[in-house]
């Protein structure tokens, strides 16, 4: 028994063969689209839940910062290794210290650099002292720049050296130095001069007795 044509409610009579095959065709385009849609709303919440848990779960925190270098038990060992006498520069209050070592090359240079400071939290101050060197080394290091006067600080005659152009110079714009028997020593970096005193200041012991030493 034939089928008979079914009525279509929007037309109000039987679809044409023609219609028919364009209402379906339009319904699988329908029904694609909005598989795709949910697909996508799906893979989408995948993704939340998956950042969701990696939040919740993975640990936190800030990272630990670093120990600061003990200043006098590293002075101690390059002392022992090297059979002489080396600074240890005690750190002004409030300053931090990042680096202490003996630099590798020739001359062999014991480094302390102090950053944090108060009085100039952006600035850096750095003690060296340079063993067999005289005053040549210290112009070298700072740029061939020549002394520029004199400063006495707790005694201490020092060498003052200003440079001009710092950002010529690895940001160095001030150094003081002393020649201690065979050795020399500088302080030196971006601080400013009266800055810079106060380190040197904190050494002036340790330079006049290892003065004494060398008469």
Not at 144 to 154: H, L
Request: hydrophobic share 40%; aromatic share 8%; charged share 20%.
């Amino acid at each position: 028994m034939a089928r008979t044509p079914r009525v279509a409610a929007h037309l109000g009579r039987p679809e044409t063969p023609d219609e028919e095959r364009l209402r379906k065709a339009e319904n699988s385009r329908n029904y694609r689209r909005s598989k795709t849609f949910t697909n996508l709303i799906i893979a989408m919440g995948v993704t939340l839940l998956i950042v969701a848990i990696v939040y919740f779960i993975v640990p936190r925190g800030e990272l630990e910062q670093p120990a600061p270098p003990d200043v006098p038990a590293i002075a101690d060992d390059i002392s022992t290794q090297l059979d002489r006498a080396v600074i240890t520069p005690p750190a002004p209050d409030g300053w931090g210290v990042n680096i202490a070592e003996l630099g590798p090359g020739s001359p062999a240079v014991w480094t302390v650099n102090y950053n944090d400071i108060p009085e100039d939290n952006r600035a850096f101050v750095r003690f060296a002292q340079a063993f067999d060197v005289d005053d040549t080394w210290a112009s070298q290091l700072l740029g061939g720049a020549a002394p520029t006067g004199e400063v006495t600080i707790d005694g201490i005659e020092w060498t003052a050296f200003e440079i001009s152009t710092p950002s010529d110079n690895r940001n160095i714009s001030y150094a003081l130095g002393v020649e201690v028997g065979p050795d020399f020593v500088l302080v030196y970096g971006s601080a400013d001069a009266e800055t810079t005193a106060i380190l040197a200041g904190g050494i002036a012991d340790a330079v006049a007795s290892l003065q004494e030493e060398v008469r």
